[in-house]
C-alpha cells in the first residue's frame, strides 16, 4: 500500500484566486495576528487589491520556510503578484511551555528570515515586500503558556529590521505603531480585542494601499 507524507504544509482547498479587474494582488503571509487583522484589511481594501493568503496559521519561521511551495498555489500565477506583506516572531521567541530557551534563538531567527524572503523573490518575482514586526505583548505583563516578553521581542525586531535594511526590503513597524496601547486593547497575553485588530487592520490596509500607488507611480515614471 502506497503511503503520502505530508511536507509542505497543508494545502488550501479550492480553485487558485484571480484577481478582478483593476485589482492587484496582494499576498499575506504571518501567524495568529495577521489572522487576526486579515478580514478588516480586505473590507477596506476589496475594490482596489485581492488579498490572498493561507487559512492556516503560518507559525514559527522554518513552518513558513517548508510551507512556501505549497501556499504559491493559492494563487493562479505568481507573476501577478504586486506585493507581500509578511511578519514571522511570536512563534520563533516564544518559550514553548515555559522553556528556558525561545524556540529559535536571534541568529537562528534571523537566518530564516533571509532564507524566507529569497524564496520569496524567487515565487514571486513582481512583488514588492513588506516585512511587519512582531507586535508588542499586553502590557500589563500576565504571561500566558508560552511566554515571551517585550524586552525580547523589541531584541528580535531590531534584528529582523537589520536583516530587512541588507535585504532592501521595506518595513511596517508594528510594534511601534502598537507600543503605547493599553491593555484594554488586549484580549489575552498577546492577540488583540476585535476593536484592537480593526485598527491594526485599518493601518495594514493603508500601508498596503501606499505601496501598491508607489509601485503603479514608479512604473508610470519615464
Same mark, same amino acid.
Given at each position: 500500500?502506497?503511503?503520502?507524507?505530508?511536507?509542505?504544509?497543508?494545502?488550501?482547498?479550492?480553485?487558485?484566486?484571480? *484577481?478582478?479587474?483593476?485589482?492587484?494582488?496582494?499576498?499575506?503571509?504571518?501567524?495568529?495576528?495577521?489572522?487576526?487583522?486579515?478580514?478588516? *484589511?480586505?473590507?477596506?481594501?476589496?475594490?482596489?487589491?485581492?488579498?490572498?493568503?493561507?487559512?492556516?496559521?503560518?507559525?514559527?519561521?522554518?513552518?513558513?520556510?517548508?510551507?512556501?511551495?505549497?501556499?504559491?498555489?493559492?494563487?493562479?500565477?505568481?507573476?501577478?503578484?504586486?506585493?507581500?506583506?509578511?511578519?514571522?516572531?511570536?512563534?520563533?521567541?516564544?518559550?514553548?511551555?515555559?522553556?528556558?530557551?525561545?524556540?529559535?534563538?536571534?541568529?537562528?531567527?534571523?537566518?530564516?528570515?533571509?532564507?524566507?524572503?529569497?524564496?520569496?523573490?524567487?515565487?514571486?518575482?513582481?512583488?514588492?515586500?513588506?516585512?511587519?514586526?512582531?507586535?508588542?505583548?499586553?502590557?500589563?505583563?500576565?504571561?500566558?503558556?508560552?511566554?515571551?516578553?517585550? *524586552?525580547?521581542?523589541?531584541?528580535?525586531?531590531?534584528?529582523?529590521?537589520?536583516?530587512?535594511?541588507?535585504?532592501?526590503?521595506?518595513?511596517?513597524?508594528?510594534? *511601534?505603531?502598537?507600543?503605547?496601547?493599553?491593555?484594554?486593547?488586549?484580549?489575552?497575553?498577546?492577540?488583540?480585542?476585535?476593536?484592537?485588530?480593526?485598527?491594526?487592520?485599518?493601518?495594514?490596509?493603508?500601508?498596503?494601499?501606499?505601496?501598491?500607488?508607489?509601485?503603479?507611480?514608479?512604473?508610470?515614471?519615464?
Amino acid at each position: 500500500m502506497a503511503h503520502v507524507y505530508e511536507e509542505e504544509g497543508r494545502r488550501a482547498a479550492g480553485a487558485p484566486a484571480n *484577481a478582478a479587474d483593476g485589482q492587484k494582488i496582494v499576498f499575506l503571509i504571518g501567524d495568529s495576528i495577521r489572522m487576526g487583522f486579515l478580514p478588516y *484589511a480586505q473590507g477596506i481594501l476589496q475594490k482596489e487589491a485581492l488579498l490572498v493568503s493561507p487559512e492556516e496559521n503560518c507559525r514559527y519561521t522554518q513552518y513558513t520556510y517548508t510551507s512556501l511551495s505549497a501556499w504559491k498555489s493559492l494563487v493562479a500565477d505568481p507573476d501577478a503578484v504586486s506585493l507581500i506583506y509578511w511578519n514571522n516572531g511570536h512563534w520563533d521567541i516564544a518559550h514553548w511551555d515555559g522553556d528556558g530557551e525561545s524556540l529559535n534563538s536571534v541568529e537562528q531567527y534571523t537566518s530564516m528570515l533571509e532564507r524566507i524572503c529569497h524564496r520569496l523573490r524567487r515565487y514571486f518575482p513582481n512583488a514588492k515586500i513588506i516585512f511587519a514586526t512582531t507586535s508588542p505583548a499586553n502590557p500589563n505583563g500576565i504571561m500566558g503558556v508560552n511566554p515571551r516578553n517585550n *524586552a525580547e521581542i523589541s531584541r528580535y525586531n531590531q534584528a529582523a529590521k537589520h536583516v530587512m535594511d541588507t535585504l532592501g526590503v521595506q518595513v511596517d513597524d508594528v510594534y *511601534a505603531f502598537l507600543r503605547n496601547w493599553d491593555a484594554d486593547q488586549y484580549a489575552d497575553y498577546v492577540h488583540l480585542t476585535d476593536d484592537g485588530f480593526r485598527i491594526l487592520g485599518e493601518h495594514v490596509a493603508e500601508v498596503i494601499r501606499e505601496a501598491l500607488q508607489q509601485s503603479i507611480s514608479f512604473r508610470q515614471d519615464p
